[in-house]
């Protein structure tokens, strides 16, 4: 699965949730990129942290809950995309709540402000063209 199809999965998975995920949590971060390792399933005590760790430079943090918190999308969207715009919107219906989000002009939806934050975010980032890759130096014209 390429980049931008796994972007876009993930985006779908965000708009599905009808909670937070610490799987999806772990799935997003590498997603953007992030080296992840996810909490064992054996030898697990009280200062393991929840769903895992993730590489920041040369430390390991804690998994943020991204699709539990708004602070934490919020956090991940400017890192990843500083100068991008982005906007949330809550539509409150008789029985149900639900979010509509925007960022760069890709939308996503989802029942929590935070995972519909996700949804628009990952889209936006499948939609950016890749870097253009760099002139091998070996490789010259004569």
Partial sequence: ??????????????????????????????ALGFVVRRKPTRLVNRRTPAGGIY?????????????ADIDIAVSLLRQKAPGWS???????????????????????????????????MLRALARREPPAAAPDPQLTET
């Avoid at 796994?6 to 949730?17: N, P, Y």
């Fill in 1 to 30: 699965m390429d980049d931008r199809t796994q972007l876009l999965t993930l985006a779908a998975r965000c708009e599905a949730s009808s909670k937070p995920d610490r799987e999806l949590d772990a799935d997003i971060y590498e």
């Fill in 55 to 67: 590489q920041h430079g040369s430390f390991w943090k804690t998994l943020g809950t991204v699709s």
């Fill in 86 to 120: 982005w906007s949330l919107q809550c539509l409150a219906g008789e029985d149900n709540l639900a979010f509509q989000a925007l960022v760069a002009d890709c939308s996503g939806h989802g029942v929590m402000g935070s995972l519909a934050l996700c949804a628009a």
